[in-house]
């Protein structure tokens, strides 16, 4: 079975800052990894994903996402946020074989102030 | 251009009716999915469709149908609402399955409530 957990419901920081969104995961085969960003009454947009090769993979707007196997973790980082970057984010996983459902973290609402 | 469309955007229903949630894609993609979003489950997959066939059912209900007319089509026939049927629904699709669905793309979504 597989699960993710995102430890942080809520992150607050002001523009400008950094940011790193936690992001856990327990499965015991290959899966694939991925973000994705959801703004206020709107649809899921896929931020970026991983599978294998570099830990570290860029993904859109300066967003970028650190595999770690020993940690169970895809932590998803950013250097300088901007106000528009406030959202819920997910994190997911997937498996190789299957279905390819996403199975979603429940989120975490980062919220960027002025 | 919107590439996955959703209608309609928000629907009413009452307690025992029935409800179609249409869904069409525009991206060229062969894998759909339908998903659903509510105060109760943050993020929940219902199910998947490859070439119009049917990969992965995680929806208990009955009551839940999903119905594929056409490649880019796979709409979600709900009968007997009931008021916890309420929530968003999200259409999906993606490309292939060399990713394991990974790289997905939502539609806006489907606001149903049930009362």
């Known amino acids: 079975t597989q699960t993710v957990s995102q430890s942080d419901a809520h992150v607050t920081v002001f523009e400008g800052d950094s940011v790193e969104l936690r992001c856990n995961y327990s499965?015991?085969?290959?899966?694939?990894l991925s973000w994705y960003i959801q703004h206020h009454g709107r649809g899921l947009q896929f931020l970026l994903k991983?599978?294998?090769?570099?830990?570290v993979v860029q993904g859109v707007n300066g967003f970028k996402a650190e595999f770690s196997k020993s940690d169970s973790s895809f932590h998803l980082r950013k250097a300088s946020v901007h106000w528009s970057d406030s959202a819920v984010y997910f994190c997911a996983v997937s498996a190789p074989s299957g279905s390819w459902q996403l199975i979603f973290g429940s989120g975490t609402q980062l919220t960027v102030m002025p | 251009d919107p590439k996955i469309i959703q209608k309609p955007k928000y629907l009413v229903a009452v307690t025992g009716s029935e409800k179609i949630l249409i869904c069409e894609q525009y991206l060229g993609h062969n894998a759909m999915y339908w998903y659903r979003q509510s105060a109760k489950k943050p993020l929940e997959f219902m199910f998947s469709?490859?070439?119009?066939?049917?990969?992965d059912n995680q929806t208990a209900s009955s009551r839940f149908q999903p119905q594929s007319s056409k490649k880019n089509h796979l709409d979600l026939q709900i009968t007997a609402l009931k008021p916890d049927d309420s929530a968003t629904y999200f259409c999906?699709?993606?490309?292939?399955?060399?990713?394991?669905?990974?790289?997905?793309?939502f539609g806006p979504g489907t606001r149903l409530t049930v009362l």
């Open positions: 999906a699709s993606s490309q292939d399955r060399d990713w394991g669905g990974s790289e997905q793309y």
């Open positions: 469709y490859s070439y119009q066939k049917l990969m």
């Open positions: 499965y015991g085969g290959s899966i694939y």
């Open positions: 991983y599978y294998s090769g570099n830990p």
